[in-house]
Every structure is written in structure tokens, then in C-alpha cells.
């Protein structure tokens, strides 16, 4: 029965095609640990423990990006040695204000991605990225700063 819920509530989070309704919806039954204002969410799956991930305010997440709250090598470990007792690790995600995850993104359990932040396309975000940076990479790396890109961005448009 557990399992038929999961799955009518994941075709629920599928059918709303809109990403900003499909983060309204998610915030009204309370999926995630916390959700800010106006959050655009493109994926429908975010894991089993969405309730351990935090989105701040003007959060835009692309399409495909992978949230994994987890770590489950113990389990493999514990089929290997019946000796030892191996605890599954976990770990929150929090995405603070003014945030975009670039497309085929994956952020890792105990990372704090700050306020003011891009993440470039393809990223595996693997530790903390500081407030005011554009990241990027396999590890994800600072590779430029917020106010940088938003100028460049101002002046391509002025221009255009």
C-alpha cells in the first residue's frame, strides 16, 4: 500500500507540467523540509528523502538534476561482512535565495549551496558552494562570481 501511494504521488508531481505549479504543489502538502517563494521545479523525482532537502527563495532547478540524500555502500558492506554493523549515512540539502541548477545537475547529501548561485549544466555538487558563485564541473568548482555573470548578462541585453 506504501508503495502505491509513493507511485500515484509521483505520477501526481509528473502530471503537473509547470514547473512553478509543480513546486506550489509540492510546498501545499509539505514534501519538502522547507520551500521559499516563487521555486521552479523541472524534475519530478527528488529522491527518498525529499523531506531532507531545503529550497529558499527564486529557486530555479533545470531538467534532470539528481538530489541523493544518501549513501547506501552500507548495505553492500553488510551483505560482505556479517562481522561489523554499517549505518546507511544521510544528509540534508540546503539551496538558499536566488539559486539555478543548470541541467543534468547532481548535488550530494550535506551540501549547502549559498544564496546568490548558478550551478553550470552537467555539475556534480559535492560540497558546499559559497554565496555569490557561479559553479561549475565534475567536481563542482567556483569558476566565476554572481554579480560577474548578472553583469555580463545586463550588458548582452543592452546590446542586444
Do not use: C
Amino acid at each position: 500500500m506504501r508503495r502505491l501511494r509513493r507511485y500515484i504521488l509521483m505520477l501526481k508531481i509528473f502530471l503537473h507540467r509547470d514547473g512553478y505549479k509543480r513546486a506550489a504543489y509540492l510546498k501545499k502538502i509539505g514534501y519538502f523540509m522547507s520551500m521559499g517563494e516563487h521555486v521552479y521545479l523541472q524534475p519530478w523525482n527528488f529522491g527518498t528523502e525529499p523531506h531532507l532537502i531545503s529550497f529558499g527563495d527564486n529557486v530555479h532547478v533545470a531538467s534532470n538534476v539528481t538530489f541523493i540524500n544518501h549513501d547506501i555502500t552500507s548495505m553492500m558492506f553488510r551483505h560482505m561482512d556479517k562481522e561489523h554493523s554499517y549505518r546507511m549515512r544521510e544528509g540534508r540539502i540546503d539551496i538558499g535565495n536566488n539559486v539555478f541548477i543548470g541541467s543534468n545537475s547532481t548535488v550530494l547529501y550535506d551540501v549547502t549551496i549559498g544564496d546568490n548561485v548558478i550551478i553550470g549544466a552537467g555539475s556534480l555538487v559535492n560540497r558546499d558552494i559559497p554565496s555569490g558563485s557561479v559553479a561549475a564541473g565534475v567536481p563542482a568548482k567556483v569558476i566565476g562570481s554572481f554579480d560577474d555573470y548578472r553583469k555580463k548578462l545586463i550588458k548582452e541585453t543592452d546590446n542586444g
